[in-house]
Each structure stands twice: as C-alpha cells, then as structure tokens.
C-alpha cells in the first residue's frame, strides 16, 4: 500500500495556489505585489553588492560573506520580481523569507512579535506566500493550468514562465556584474569633514571633528565622569550623510558595529572619565568607540 504524495512536492503543485475566496485572493495578490516590488527595488538598490553588505554578512557570522552577501541580494531583486509576477511564488518567498529572517533576527538580533523591525515585517508578510502560492491573479496559476491543457497548449505555457525567469535572472545578473566603482561612486559621497555629534556637545557639528586616518575618520573625546551618551557620527556637516544605529540601545564600550545612514542615534554608556576614541568609515558604514588612556 502506498501512502499519499504531498501535492506541494508535485510540479503541479509548485505552481497551483491553495483555492481561497476570490476576495482573498485579491488580498493576496495586493500584498504579493507590494512585497515583492519592494523587494526587487531594494535589491536593485543593492547591486553591485556594496561593501557594507558584505560587512553585516561577516558581522553575523556567515562563511564566505561575499558569496552570501551576493546571494542575499541577488534573492531579493530576482525573487522579488518572481513574488510580484506570482512565478514560482513559493520558492521565490522561501529565498525572501530566509533573507528577511536572517536580518531581522539574526543581524538585527530582533525578537519575534516584539522589537518590530521593518526586516521582520516583510518575513511575518512573506512567509504565507510559502504556503498558499501566488494565488488566482499570478502566472503560476495559467501555468498550474497548462499542466492539465494538451501538450502544445502546455509547453507554450511552460516555455513562456521560463523565458521571464530567464530574462529576471539574466537582468538580475548584469546588475550584479556592472562595475563596482561606479556604484560606489553613485551611493558614497566624497566625505572631506567629519564630526561626532551628540548631546555631550549639544549636537555642535563643529565641536568634536574627526582627522581622516586612510578609510576611517577618528575623534578623541575626553569625558569628566560615567554617563550614557546618545551621538551620531556626520559627513560633510549634513545630517542626511550621519551614521547612526537604532538597533543599540545603551551598549557597553568598547563598540564595534555596522550602522546605517541616517539611522537613529547611538546610545552609549560611559563608565569612567578619559579620553575615547571615535572612529567610523563612511564607505563601509562601520564604526567604533574605545577608551584609549588607562
């Protein structure tokens, strides 16, 4: 006797969504597209993979964070453009789900229903698509449909999905290929002044400036006594270029994280007077504070 195939491990059932009301399955395919749109741009945005990915994949741990770096973005622009056609919709939320879920709860170190990230917003958003598919209004339901058609009617079908997947793929992957200067060129600014501000100096961008040393710009900061110091580090005295890191909240020196532009500030808790060093490298968005008299 032989037991039952799941139907999610058939090709048909690959592609065939879970049969819903039609007003959910504009629900779905409202908040599939939406996912994946936003995906694919943040993707986009992130190819060629910059450096500072390449850092927060070192910074969680991952062997070969270039690699990984590379496949994290590479997943979110192909697999967003795959969620929001409804074309292997399952695989493609399975590629999303895991990315969204390593940097919510495994870089951002988030904790599940508290702690709300937007990284674990779109996992919580993704993850249904696992499960239910891409629903009625996707390509995977016309090709869900064409394995039951007669087989010119199929194979047109099947090679019509293949040749999308190929071309998102294929655009994906010249992306990813163009060359890392000019990206870089693109999304870094030319820093030529940098200062830490923060409420130790009442945000005065000119009171503790920071002296280039080769990638990194350093500022030292002489504090009288314990206290807890909520700062940023700015380019070219524009607070739309500050590096902060709202994922911090009153950690313990000596620091050493990634953070992001324009971010929240960084709290920090001083234990004793003397002198600190404060270091951050724009391109990379890396950043670092350590007492430095003992």
Same mark, same amino acid.
């Given at each position: 006797?032989?037991?039952?195939?799941?139907?999610?491990?058939?090709?048909?059932?690959? /592609?065939?969504?879970?049969?819903?009301?039609?007003?959910?399955?504009?629900? !779905?395919?409202?908040?599939?597209?939406?996912?994946?749109?936003?995906?694919?741009?943040?993707?986009?945005?992130?190819?060629?993979?910059?450096?500072?990915?390449?850092?927060?994949?070192?910074?969680?741990? /991952?062997?070969?964070?270039?690699? /990984?770096?590379?496949?994290?973005?590479?997943?979110?622009? $192909?697999?967003?453009?795959?969620?929001?056609?409804?074309?292997?919709? +399952?695989?493609?939320?399975?590629?999303?789900?895991?990315?969204?879920?390593? @940097?919510?709860?495994?870089?951002?170190?988030?904790?599940?229903?508290?702690?709300?990230?937007?990284?674990?917003? =779109?996992?919580? !958003?993704?993850?249904?698509? %696992?499960?239910?598919?891409?629903?009625?209004?996707?390509?995977?339901? %016309?090709?869900?449909?064409?394995?039951?058609?007669?087989?010119?009617? +199929?194979?047109?079908?099947?090679?019509?999905?293949?040749?999308?997947?190929? $071309?998102?793929?294929?655009?994906?992957?010249?992306?990813?290929?163009?060359?890392?200067?000019?990206?870089?060129?693109?999304? $870094?600014?030319?820093?030529?002044?940098?200062?830490?501000?923060?409420?130790?100096?009442?945000?005065?961008?000119?009171?503790?400036? @920071?002296?280039?040393?080769?990638?990194?710009?350093?500022?030292?900061?002489?504090?009288?006594?314990? +206290?807890?110091?909520?700062?940023?580090? $700015?380019?070219?005295?524009?607070?739309?270029?500050?590096?902060?890191?709202?994922?911090?909240?009153?950690?313990?020196?000596?620091?050493?994280? %990634?953070?992001?532009?324009?971010?929240?500030?960084?709290?920090?808790?001083?234990?004793?007077?003397?002198?600190?060093? /404060?270091?951050?490298?724009?391109?990379?968005?890396? =950043?670092? %504070?350590? +007492?430095?008299?003992?």
């Amino acid at each position: 006797m032989h037991g039952k195939i799941n139907p999610l491990l058939t090709v048909q059932g690959l /592609f065939s969504p879970v049969s819903v009301p039609v007003l959910a399955d504009v629900l !779905l395919l409202g908040g599939r597209v939406f996912a994946g749109v936003t995906m694919a741009i943040a993707g986009y945005d992130k190819l060629p993979v910059p450096v500072w990915m390449v850092d927060q994949v070192t910074t969680i741990g /991952f062997p070969a964070p270039g690699f /990984f770096a590379w496949c994290a973005c590479y997943s979110e622009f $192909v697999g967003g453009i795959l969620l929001a056609m409804g074309l292997l919709t +399952r695989p493609a939320a399975v590629l999303l789900a895991f990315t969204m879920g390593v @940097a919510a709860f495994g870089f951002h170190g988030v904790l599940p229903w508290t702690g709300m990230h937007i990284t674990q917003v =779109y996992f919580w !958003l993704i993850l249904p698509f %696992v499960v239910l598919g891409g629903g009625r209004f996707s390509v995977d339901q %016309v090709v869900a449909g064409s394995l039951r058609l007669s087989s010119p009617g +199929r194979s047109a079908t099947v090679a019509a999905g293949g040749i999308l997947a190929v $071309v998102a793929m294929g655009l994906g992957l010249y992306l990813s290929l163009m060359p890392v200067e000019a990206a870089e060129a693109e999304g $870094v600014p030319v820093v030529t002044r940098a200062s830490v501000a923060g409420d130790f100096n009442d945000w005065d961008l000119e009171a503790n400036p @920071a002296e280039r040393s080769g990638d990194v710009w350093v500022a030292l900061i002489t504090f009288d006594g314990p +206290r807890v110091i909520r700062f940023k580090f $700015v380019a070219n005295g524009d607070w739309d270029l500050s590096l902060g890191d709202g994922d911090l909240d009153r950690v313990e020196l000596p620091l050493e994280a %990634v953070g992001a532009v324009n971010d929240e500030n960084i709290i920090a808790v001083i234990r004793e007077a003397g002198t600190y060093r /404060f270091r951050f490298d724009p391109e990379a968005r890396t =950043y670092g %504070v350590e +007492r430095v008299d003992p």
